[in-house]
Each structure stands twice: as C-alpha cells, then as structure tokens.
C-alpha cells in the first residue's frame, strides 16, 4: 500500500482547499503526498490484478461463450480489450501503475474500495489540459484568495518536480458517484507521478451544490417538527383516555402530563354536580315531607270535625289516609271544600290522599276505574 508523505506545505494547501463557498455552490478538494515504494499489501495487490486481467478473465467477462467464436478472431478481441488508455494490460508496469491508482484511493476514502475498477477508467493526460483545467476550476480564487493561488503551483512544483512527471486523470461511474459524491456539479481528480521521485500526488476537486443541501435541510427540519408534533399530539395508551386510571387495562401506563389534568378536572366537575344534585334533592325531600305533615294534621282536624275515625298508613314517603266516611251536614261539606282549596292552593302535595271521593275526582276519564 502507497505511503502517506507528510509534507507542510501539501498539508497547508489541503487545509485551504477542503471547503471554500461560493454562495450556490462550494469548492472541496484533497491535496495529497505519497510514497510509491512498494510493500507486501502492494505486491498482493498487483497478483489480484494480474489474475482479473489475464486472457481467460478478459474473455469471461467480454465474450459470449454461448456463442462459437474462431480461435484467432478470439486472439484479435482479446488483445484489443488489454489494450487501455493507460498501457497494455499484460504489461506488468501497466498493471502496477493501475495498483498505485487504486492503493491511493483506498487510501485516501477509507470508507471504499475501488480494487473492482476498470481499467479504462483511467487516463493519460496532457500536463498543460491539466493546469488549465484546474485554474479555470479554482479561477473564483484568484479574487477572494490571491496568496492561496499564488503559492498552489509554487509548493506542488516544489514537492515534486512538475517537469519530471506524469499526469493521468481518474473518471468514476455514476453509481460510485452517488456514493462518493451526491449531487456534484463537477468533479476531476489527478494523478501527478513522478517515476524517478517514486511520488505520487492525488489532486481531487469538486463543487458541491449548496441549493441542494440547504433545501435538504430545510426539509429535514421540517420533518423533524412536524414528527415532534404529531408525538405531542399522540395517545401513546391504549386508546382509552376516557377512562381513569384504576378502569385501565393491566397492560397499559396511567395518564400523564394534560391527560391527567384533563382526568382531574372532570372528577372535580363530576363531584360538584353530584354535590349541588344531592343539596336540590334534599331540599325537595324536606319540603315535600313538610307539606305532607302539615296536609295530615289538616286532615285529622277535619275527620275529627266531622266526627268519623280515620287510620293513616305511610306507603313509599306517601301518607295515605283511609277514612271511615259518616254523614256531614252541608255546613261542614263546605268547610272541608275550603280548607281543601286553601290546601291545594299554598302549594299541597298534589300525591296527598285526602279522601277516595278526592282521589277519584282528581283521575283523567281515561284512567278512572268504570266499576267506581
């Protein structure tokens, strides 16, 4: 595996170019020194590739071996395949080229593994499309950041000799994209080699687009807010909030916060009504027992004007009075009238029984026995 050369003005320029915002989108990039001496991870390494680039992977993986093919239009196909913008496949500095490609990616996203790459996806570049490309990249700079521009090619060419290189560029597929890099604007990543140094420089930018991210997380909050209130809005019981809690299921966890509040409330207002009900029955029974009194001491000063024997019966808080009815005089009849309609009058118990005549009288037609 490729070794991490610690050089401080690499690592200043790195420091610069991790985040630099330009409003709707933001420049990242990586600037990194390494060490192409080789060791025994790089050596499996190069085996690994040997082994997918021979004739019978190429032919596997590119041939129909449904399909019969001559053995010599075989040959031509299989040595155009080996055949990548970098060198010839079977070569072996071609293949180790390719292994310090891949050690340094892996190296540099720790996080992924680029060993399944194909060969094709890297490049031999011009050295001058590659200055180019990279200033016109980070041109915004030469404005916001002049020092930051002045001194890029200067501490690069000084770690490691631009004229002794070779510049070889690296286009990821789009599902390494996705992963790599969601939602960029622009991406190049370069290869600077120096062969005879035995260094390597990995150069990486990209612009990441700031809309995006802040719409993302514009939307994520409101998510958060909305799941935050649909949690306070929630009855995370058993659905029975009705009830108080010694009528909940054994399985379910008593009311809390403003649904024991709630529950509070409508105990102190059930027993208030159930304290005024029971004051207003109470008076009723007191007057209606008060009247019923005063009705039977009226009805024993009458029976006992007119001489007759009554016998007084209470049945269900009702004084039933049963006479023993004699001859009156017309006189008294019409006393007893009036002490009747004096009764009823100062508001009498209309279920008082005053006499059978009184009580038969007082029925609807509809309701009066026909054999009285």
Same mark, same amino acid.
């Given at each position: 595996m490729v070794k991490y050369l610690h050089i401080p003005s690499i690592e200043s320029l790195n420091a610069s170019l991790q985040r630099i915002n330009f409003g709707d989108h933001s420049v990242c990039g990586r600037l990194s020194c390494y060490s192409l001496k080789m060791v025994q991870k790089d050596k499996k390494l190069v085996k690994h590739l040997q082994r997918e680039y021979s004739n019978e992977k190429i032919a596997q993986q590119h041939i129909n071996v449904h399909r019969h093919v001559d053995p010599e239009q075989l040959d031509d196909?299989?040595?155009?395949?080996v055949q990548v913008p970098v060198g010839n496949l079977h070569e072996f500095s071609t293949v180790r080229l390719i292994s310090y490609f891949i050690s340094t990616l892996n190296t540099t996203y720790t996080d992924f593994?680029?060993?399944s790459c194909e060969p094709d996806q890297f490049e031999m570049e011009k050295a001058h499309l590659v200055t180019e490309t990279i200033n016109a990249r980070l041109a915004p700079l030469y404005k916001s950041k002049p020092l930051l521009m002045d001194s890029f090619w200067k501490n690069i060419n000084a770690a490691i000799d631009l004229q002794q290189c070779?510049?070889?560029s690296f286009r990821p597929n789009e599902d390494t994209m996705q992963v790599l890099r969601p939602h960029s604007l622009w991406n190049v990543d370069y290869f600077i080699v120096n062969v005879k140094k035995k260094q390597l420089l990995y150069l990486a930018l990209y612009a990441q687009n700031n809309l995006f991210y802040q719409q993302q997380s514009e939307m994520n909050s409101c998510d958060d807010e909305f799941k935050m209130h649909m949690i306070d809005e929630m009855d995370i019981d058993d659905g029975m909030a009705w009830c108080s809690d010694d009528e909940m299921s054994p399985h379910s966890k008593p009311h809390h916060h403003h649904h024991s509040s709630n529950h %509070?409330?409508?105990?102190? %207002?059930k027993s208030t009504t159930t304290t005024t009900m029971t004051s207003v029955h109470s008076n009723s029974y007191s007057n209606y027992d008060t009247?019923?009194?005063t009705n039977t001491n009226r009805s024993r000063d009458t029976n006992r004007t007119a001489g007759g024997v009554s016998s007084h019966t209470h049945v269900h808080g009702v004084n039933v009075a049963h006479t023993n009815l004699v001859d009156t005089t017309p006189m008294q009849q019409q006393q007893q009238q009036r002490r009747k309609q004096q009764s009823h009058g100062s508001g009498g118990n209309p279920l008082q029984v005053m006499s059978i005549n009184n009580c038969l009288s007082g029925m609807p037609e509809l309701e009066c026995p026909s054999d009285l």
């Open positions: 196909s299989i040595q155009r395949l593994d680029f060993t070779q510049f070889y %509070k409330k409508k105990k102190e %207002k009247n019923t009194n």
